[in-house]
């Protein structure tokens, strides 16, 4: 019985272990993240395209999104899903003149694309006014004031992107101080842009794993008034609702991390997979062991091939294995299979060799007959006996 016991204990504190340093990764496995693309655009003479156009429109699900370039052509959007492929337009005077097929996004936001009008007339000089008289006072006045305020706009938006550079190269350095004051410059200068919301939330939530006690509580919790205030932008971005999620998790806001990661799953139907174990993460985090483990199963009913997810789901079957009075391991039904498809879906990947091990272990049986030393040494010695 006590062998018996013992067995049990080794198999459930193993699954225990291997569940609890699961959890502490799986959000950086599972993160969505967002990234930017920028370049030049030219009219069909060379010169700077000012105040372009250019359309920005994902092909692998629904997703448009545009800018204007500034008076030396140059354009930049951020806040773009990583990975996603674009199909870059740049759009003149009403009219497309130029296009960039298959652009992916990458984590470092360097996909630089350039575009030139091609084919077609220059653009066409202003027209003389309808009199042909000259320009009266008041409206030269009116035109000189729009141009003034149109530099005066054009200058803003170049401290905006100083600023949202600057707190991006902190950012990524890992220089967390540095990006929040730099990335709140941003929203002070335009508080409209949703992404400059979101990656001032990243810097203070990411920078709030390098303070403790108020300090810490303190930076995480203007975190997520960071990416709240995102979402009140831009409510049908699936990143910021992800990764809102995460935050609320770190500060232990479990319900409301629930609702977020699954908003992100509704918006974004081809990513829910990813969301959805984000979700079965912080609930292992949490404790919520059967809820954890229903998150695991959406994840293998949206995206069957997510091997990950039939790990974890295999791990939390084999929670429920029992142990017989020969020392056996009864696994429920289903617990091989989620680790045989872990390793048909990834036969070398980082859970490959845990995912052998716990169908070895399905397979051990415990000795659990006790033999005194001296009833082992008279048997063999009979044994023995018997061979002459």
């Known amino acids: 019985g006590g062998l018996i016991l013992m067995a049990t204990r080794i198999i459930r504190c193993r699954v225990l272990a291997v569940l609890g340093w699961l959890a502490l990764a799986a959000f950086a496995w599972a993160q969505s993240g967002t990234s930017f693309l920028e370049g030049n655009a030219a009219t069909l003479d060379g010169k700077p395209a000012v105040g372009a156009i250019v359309k920005i429109e994902r092909t692998d699900v629904k997703g448009n999104y545009q800018v204007k370039t500034d ?8 806040g773009l899903p990583l990975g996603g492929s674009f199909t870059i337009t740049l759009v003149l005077n009403g009219k497309p003149v130029d296009q960039v097929a298959g652009v992916k996004t990458k984590m470092d936001g360097t996909s630089n694309i350039n575009l030139q009008e091609k084919g077609g007339a ?29 530099e005066q706009a054009m200058a803003k938006n170049k401290a905006l992107n100083d600023a949202f550079t600057a707190g991006m190269t902190a950012l990524t350095a890992k220089q967390y101080d540095e990006a929040v004051t730099q990335l709140s410059k941003g929203t002070e200068l335009d508080p409209t842009q ?110 069957p091939n997510y091997a990950d997810a039939h790990y974890q789901y295999g791990i939390y079957l084999l929670s429920k294995a029992s142990t017989d009075a020969s020392g056996k391991v009864t696994p429920v039904p289903g617990t091989r299979e989620e680790f045989s498809k872990y390793l048909e879906l990834q036969p ?27 009833a082992a040494a008279a048997a063999a010695k009979k044994k023995a006996a018997k061979k002459k």
């Open 194 to 303: 949703n992404v400059v919301w979101a990656q001032l939330a990243a810097a203070y939530v990411e920078g709030s794993a390098t303070k403790t006690g108020a300090d810490q509580a303190a930076m995480l919790n203007k975190g997520l008034e960071s990416y709240a205030k995102a979402i009140e932008l831009k409510g049908d971005d699936p990143a910021y609702h992800n990764n809102y999620g995460l935050a609320l998790a770190r500060a232990k806001k479990i319900p409301e991390a629930q609702a977020e990661l699954k908003k992100a799953a509704e918006i974004d139907p081809p990513g829910a997979g990813r969301y959805y174990y984000n979700l079965g993460a912080l609930l292992v985090n949490s404790g919520q062991m059967e809820a954890a483990a229903e998150a695991f199963k959406k994840v293998i009913e949206v995206d």
């Open 122 to 150: 220059a653009a066409e000089a202003a027209a003389p006014n309808e009199s042909g008289r000259a320009e009266t006072a008041e409206a030269k006045a009116a035109r000189e004031k729009a141009i003034k305020e149109r």
């Open 71 to 78: 008076k030396k052509g140059k354009w930049f959007h951020a």
């Open 348 to 374: 070398t990947g980082q859970f490959a060799e845990a995912s052998k091990g716990m169908l070895a272990s399905m397979e051990a049986t415990v000795d659990t007959q006790y033999v005194s030393p001296e």
